[in-house]
């Protein structure tokens, strides 16, 4: 190898630790990220053509994210506003570009509309997909929405099962969401994320709620950080590109091209990491439990004094 | 003294019996020597309609019972509310009707439940089969409500 280019190798690796390297030991945990095992894994079974305006980075760790869980145990409508009021309150700092000299992080392009999907009149913090979250200019470390990822799972005692299946997976299809899996008793959807408090609202009407939980997960800053770190690599590899033409040496153009590979490597997956994210906060996940209610989960209820009452029901009537 | 035994029976058949005269719907045969129920009747199918009269004591609203109702099966019983909504017979004793379904494996039922409440009783008219049934037979059920005489 020529001892220019050898050290343009080293500065080159150099700068790559002194400018990568805080974000990747951070998320060091996520060098060995697979997005098909990871627990975010739902969003890679979405449609395709909507992660096409994604650039960010997708690695989802769970320690870093700031993480909002509500449990409700009786139907109560979600309040969208105490979300948006916490998540205003921790997510306002998103992590800039590391020094002057980079550019503004890319803004993520708005997701595909349907022309059937209404965004909902609640004046929440809640992204309309990746497009959402406005990076503003560089040097300007705030945002204008976070990223949110919103998880909910419903617990209904209904009755004819089926039917009530049929009906969630038609108020996915009807919102511009899909389905994603069903079961005898179990149907899991992904409604758009503007959608998810009606689609709340819509399934507790289904039948008698008796479990809720929703969760609100906060990506910015994993999303911002991320992008920084894609930003970087696509910089390297543009530099390794320039180098490659300048290569005279077999040599050298073979250890030019071994890190090229690495660096691309790297920077694809980064990429695939960066759709998913977009999708997962594009369209909220909710997974509808259905059951008809059994009377050993009730021993807490208030018992009347009335005996009659307990010989009410259909194995009393039709015992002849 | 054989008269005077007589006559405190006979006060006690008039006084202790139902209060209330249930009409059978056609297609069904009404049921003798109920245990648990005042009357009762069935299809040969299975589609059974009863009546129970409970002392109206402690006093209650009618929405208290409705509610007690509501909660009882929903709560304890396993069932779906389904719906509600008021009736009347044709003697014009107003009362409320509440539809309860139930699974059973894969086959769904239905439980109506008319409830009329009077100064001093409860009566409880009860309708109960599959769903298929209930609905093949809801005009007769109908029939039965409005044909219902509490007193």
Not at chain 1, 17 to 39: I, T, V
Not at chain 2, 55 to 71: L, Q, S, T, V, Y
Request: net charge negative.
């Amino acid at each position: 190898m020529t001892r220019p280019l050898y050290c343009a190798l080293l500065v080159l690796f150099a700068w790559l630790l002194a400018g990568c390297g805080a974000s990747q030991s951070k998320y060091a945990g996520d060098r060995n990220y697979d997005a098909e095992s990871a627990p975010m894994s739902a969003g890679a079974a979405a449609p395709m053509e909507a992660e096409a305006d994604y650039d960010g980075d997708a690695v989802a760790d769970s320690d870093d994210a700031s993480v909002y869980r509500e449990e409700i145990s009786e139907p109560t409508s979600i309040s969208g506003t105490a979300h948006a009021a916490r998540v205003a309150q921790t997510s306002a700092p998103a992590p800039g570009a590391p020094g002057p000299a980079q550019p503004a992080p890319p803004q993520p392009a708005p997701p595909p509309q349907k022309p059937d999907v209404k965004p909902t009149p609640e004046p929440k913090a809640q992204p309309s997909g990746g497009g959402g979250s406005k990076a503003k200019p560089a040097g300007e470390n705030t945002i204008a929405a976070p990223m949110l990822i919103y998880t909910a799972d419903v617990n209904l005692a209904v009755f004819e099962a089926e039917k009530i299946l049929d009906s969630v997976e038609r108020l996915a299809k009807d919102s511009g969401g899909y389905l994603v899996e069903r079961q005898a008793r179990r149907i899991v959807i992904r409604v758009p994320s503007q959608d998810f408090d009606g689609a709340m609202l819509q399934i507790a009407k289904l039948g008698d709620v008796l479990h809720k939980n929703v969760s609100v997960e906060d990506v910015t800053e994993q999303y911002f950080d991320l992008q920084v770190r894609i930003r970087n690599l696509q910089v390297v590899r543009d530099r390794l590109e320039e180098l490659l033409k300048k290569a005279d040496k077999v040599p050298d153009a073979i250890a030019v091209e071994r890190e090229l590979e690495r660096v691309t490597t790297q920077l694809e997956r980064l990429k695939g990491k960066a759709k998913l994210l977009g999708e997962l906060v594009r369209f909220s996940t909710i997974t509808v439990n259905v059951s008809p209610r059994h009377t050993d989960k009730v021993g807490s209820k208030v018992r009347l004094p009335f005996p009659w009452l307990n010989s009410l029901g259909l194995s009393e009537l039709l015992r002849l | 003294m054989q008269k005077a035994i007589a006559a405190v029976l006979a006060w006690a058949a008039i006084g202790c019996g139902p209060s209330f005269e249930a009409s059978t719907p056609q297609g069904f045969v009404e049921l003798e020597d109920q245990e648990h129920f005042d009357y009762r009747a069935t299809t040969a199918d299975g589609l059974v309609i009863a009546v129970r009269e409970l002392e109206h004591e402690p006093k209650g609203a009618p929405d208290f019972w409705i509610r007690a109702i509501e909660n009882q099966m929903r709560q304890r019983g396993g069932y779906a509310m389904l719906g509600s909504h008021d009736v009347s017979t044709k003697t014009g004793l107003k009362g409320k009707q509440l539809r309860f379904g139930h699974d059973e494996g894969e086959t769904p039922y239905l439980y109506v439940l008319t409830l009329f409440v009077t100064d001093d009783q409860l009566y409880l008219m009860e309708f109960g089969g599959t769903k298929e049934l209930v609905e093949r037979h809801k005009d007769q059920l109908e029939w039965a409500v409005q044909n219902f005489r509490g007193k």
